[in-house]
């Protein structure tokens, strides 16, 4: 009786050994297949979605990219001619100033040679039409640096509802492929369904960057306006008192 229940058991387990090795060996066979899927037939599945989205990646980079090189502070702001500025203030060298703004082409310089231009050498300064020029270029400049960090909201906002839209047309195939197909072959939607998901995700893909990059040089640039304004602001207090500012004096001191 034992030997029948030992032999029983015996087969049980060969049997449940076999079973549980094909069932390994097929799952492991499905996650090569799986694993053997490239980039490249990823985007492929997902359909026409991915020609704009491909196109609003590239754009993104180089957005970035220009954003990256143009807003950096030390090109925007040029604070190494600041020391020079303000001594041509002080000796209300207008022309010379004037000249060194149109050498070095960048925001600070086109904002404060704009206001360098309302002044006159042969009679007394008006200071405020010197401001009026400089509000005036300041606003040009601001709307014209920003395009560019704009275009990234942009793309941040239209990636997503372009990978929705390649979803919706991915789910309409996979309908319309149960309508004439039925139910009975899953691997017939398979296609339709990777659409959906791929365009999905690579519009969240393009997104997320685009929002982040946007906020980051947009509180950049901010950031920048402002101390263009208090530079600007030195310089024009000392062309109109001839005194240098205390942490000027300090510095040559």
Sequence with gaps: MNKKII??????????????????GAAAEAAANVQK????????????????????????VYFIVQNALGLREKVLLRPDLIPEFIQMMKDKKIVEAHSLCK????????????GLERCSTTREINLNKVKEAIDEASTEEITSYMKPIDYLSIIGATAPMLGLLG???????????????????????????GEALVTTATGLLIAIPSMLAYYYFRNSFIKSTATLGRNIGGLLDTLETGELPLGFQGGEE
Aim: charged letters at 10%; aromatic letters at 12%; a negative charge.
């Design 7 to 24: 032999t029983t058991a015996f087969c049980l387990s060969l049997v449940l050994a076999v079973t549980t090795f094909g069932q390994d």
């Design 37 to 60: 899927t490239t980039l490249w037939q990823m985007i492929k599945q997902g359909g026409w979605a991915m020609w704009p989205l491909g196109l609003m990646s590239m754009a993104m």
């Design 103 to 114: 050498e070095n082409e960048t925001l600070f310089t086109y904002v404060f040679s704009a």
């Design 167 to 193: 979803t919706v047309s991915g789910m309409i195939k996979a309908f319309q492929t149960i309508g004439s197909q039925g139910m009975g072959k899953p691997e017939a939607l398979a296609g339709n369904i």
